[in-house]
């Protein structure tokens, strides 16, 4: 008999169903994904979360225990309303994910040839932002284990984050602390075209190729770009410095901000280059006015690709530091 937490994630390009064990192992045949997109419908996007979460409940043994389920959602999010509205997900606006899990639970727990161990619709059902529930996981059984005040970052198709502050996950007023992707980064290219955007819009992928192309650039794909940073290409190096130097200002605010101790980096585009951290330290180093915040350590991420499903599924193992 095993005890396993549901694990659902949201993203802008997938959605994400698993079962995970108390040791954060997913259990073998429970995994399926779907795709999504920008341009996904409402109940395109209901549908996906359907087929992956049922997917996932089908493979419960008949002596498997149920205990729990945990979402983690690209944001923002409404934890009073159990709602989500991504950024990149346009269709849903105040989508109601968190209840339609809890239908899906029930109706297997109504199944006759299956068990769930209890009744599902009295099971915990938790929400979080995804980059919160990636904090936790890296706390949980990632880098950031034993450390009381940590950042984890995650550099892909978005950049997002959350926080661990005083051994704690930080959550906020409305669920959303910790959403770093969003914050005003000062992009300080040469020259007087200096100007603000959001750590996501300068550091992700696809918007760091689109810049490059913009320079000039010929690539299509991150792929490229790490190829031309390699080759010493002028402008895939500019920038790939460009979205580190972007991560190290956001690292360096959150840090002079709550005193941190650890960061942790991972997302694909996290390894682009293989001193991609190395250049997130070095503005690590340089930026910040107060010297507490160079102490920060900048690590990288020890979760693999499964971190989103293990992050969901530490909002019911770690339930006991949700703040």
């Known amino acids: 008999m095993t005890d396993y937490a549901l694990a659902v994630d949201v993203g802008g390009t997938k959605v994400e169903a698993a079962l995970v064990a108390a040791d954060g192992v997913l259990s073998p045949g429970s995994r399926d994904r779907r795709p999504t997109g920008h341009d ?19 493979a419960l043994g008949d ?9 983690g959602s690209a944001g923002p999010v409404d934890l ?4 989500v509205s991504p950024i990149n997900l346009p269709s849903w606006r105040g989508f109601p994910l968190r209840a339609l899990v809890v239908e899906l639970l029930a109706e297997a727990g109504e199944a ?4 769930t161990g209890t009744d599902a619709v009295d099971l915990p059902v938790t929400l979080r932002l995804d980059g919160v529930s990636l904090a936790l996981a890296e706390h949980w059984v990632g880098a950031t ?5 940590a950042v984890a970052i995650t550099v ?12 704690r996950l930080l959550s906020g007023g409305t669920g959303n602390a910790g959403h770093i992707g969003q914050i005003q980064i000062a992009d300080r290219p040469a ?5 603000a955007a959001t750590l996501e819009v300068i550091a992700s992928g696809p918007n760091v190729v689109r810049w490059a192309q913009q320079q000039g650039w010929q690539g299509e794909r991150g792929e490229d770009l790490a190829a031309g940073y390699v080759a010493g290409d002028e ?3 500019a920038a790939v410095r460009r979205s580190a130097n972007a991560v190290g200002e956001a690292i360096s605010s959150v840090t002079t901000l709550l005193d941190l101790d650890v960061a942790a980096i991972g997302g694909g585009f996290s390894r682009v280059s293989d001193d991609y951290l190395d250049l997130v330290r070095a503005t690590v180093e340089e930026a910040p006015v107060n010297g507490y915040a160079r102490r920060v350590r900048v690590v990288r991420s020890g979760l693999s690709d499964e971190s989103p499903l293990v992050g969901a599924a530490a909002l019911v193992w770690q339930a006991d530091l949700l703040g």
Do not use: K, M
């Open 145 to 149: 284990q034993g450390v009381d005040n």
């Open 40 to 58: 996904s419908t409402s109940d395109q996007l209901a549908d996906a979360v359907r087929n992956v979460v049922r997917h996932a409940l089908a």
């Open 191 to 195: 020259g007087e075209n200096a100007w």
């Open 235 to 237: 402008i895939a190096v």
């Open 80 to 83: 009073v309303e159990g709602t």
């Open 63 to 71: 002596d498997d225990v149920l205990v729990g389920a945990g979402i």
């Open 156 to 167: 892909s198709t978005g950049v997002g984050g959350g926080l661990i502050v005083n051994g």
């Open 112 to 115: 006759p040839d299956r068990s």
